[in-house]
T-cell receptor, first 115, second 112 residues
Framework: GEDVEQSLFLSVREGDSSVINCTYT??????LYWYKQEPGAGLQLLTY?????DMKQDQRLTVLLNKKDKHLSLRIADTQTGDSAIYFC???????????????FGKGTKLSVIP | KAGVTQTPRYLIKTRGQQVTLSCSPI?????VSWYQQTPGQGLQFLFE???????NKGNFPGRFSGRQFSNSRSEMNVSTLELGDSALYLC???????????FGEGSWLTVV
């Protein structure tokens, strides 16, 4: 079965780097995603990585994928107070034969940025 | 380009009633999926639609149903509401299968 795990809390000082880790179990995942959720809001797509890539960088965000260990990480450089939110890791799993997919999410990591 | 739009944003219903939630995907997106978010269970997949066809369904009872219209707009319906149905219901859209998936702001449902 599919399962995505993340640590629940992370606290960093403003200006430092944040690293949020995630492990997943389904080796057939095609895409892996990071979403951000602020209080009372929906999910904001931060970035995603295709399963045949090792790394993707997008401004302050760096995603690393270790497919052998099924480990995904999100690094946020120069973390700001506005980065305080819950971050969800998700894997996209195809539904065979139908061309469909579904996302399986971790429980989310609450990032607190200390000014 | 407008994002994924969900209506209503907030609603309160009584046990036993039914509710319909609406989702307008990003223009050009043909795949729409629905998720339920609760503090206890986290984010769980409900169903996915593409070109008016339900292609995939999560592990939810038959009280949860949905449909998609020819303009890709989607609705989901929950009948015979239970207290445990109180949740944030999120709609997501994508152009094709499983690449960039964008979510709406959600519909907050409270069942009393």
């Amino acid at each position: 079965g599919e399962d995505v795990e993340q640590s629940l809390f992370l606290s960093v000082r403003e200006g430092d780097s944040s690293v949020i880790n995630c492990t997943y179990t389904d080796s057939s995942s095609t895409y892996l995603y990071w979403y951000k959720q602020e209080p009372g809001a929906g999910l904001q797509l931060l970035t995603y990585i295709f399963s045949n890539m090792d790394m993707k960088q997008d401004q302050r965000l760096t995603v690393l994928l270790n497919k052998k260990d099924k480990h995904l990480s999100l690094r946020i450089a120069d973390t700001q107070t506005g980065d305080s939110a819950i971050y969800f890791c998700a894997e996209s799993i195809g539904y065979s034969g139908a061309g469909s997919y579904q996302l399986t999410f971790g429980k989310g990591t609450k990032l607190s940025v200390i000014p | 380009k407008a994002g994924v739009t969900q209506t209503p944003r907030y609603l309160i219903k009584t046990r036993g009633q039914q509710v319909t939630l609406s989702c307008s995907p990003i223009s050009g997106h043909r795949s729409v999926s629905w998720y339920q978010q609760t503090p206890g269970q986290g984010l769980q997949f409900l169903f996915e639609y593409f070109s008016e066809t339900q292609r995939n369904k999560g592990n939810f009872p038959g009280r949860f149903s949905g449909r998609q219209f020819s303009n890709s707009r989607s609705e989901m319906n929950v009948s015979t509401l239970e207290l445990g149905d109180s949740a944030l219901y999120l709609c997501a859209s994508s152009q094709e299968t499983g690449n960039t998936i964008y979510f709406g702001e959600g519909s907050w449902l409270t069942v009393v």
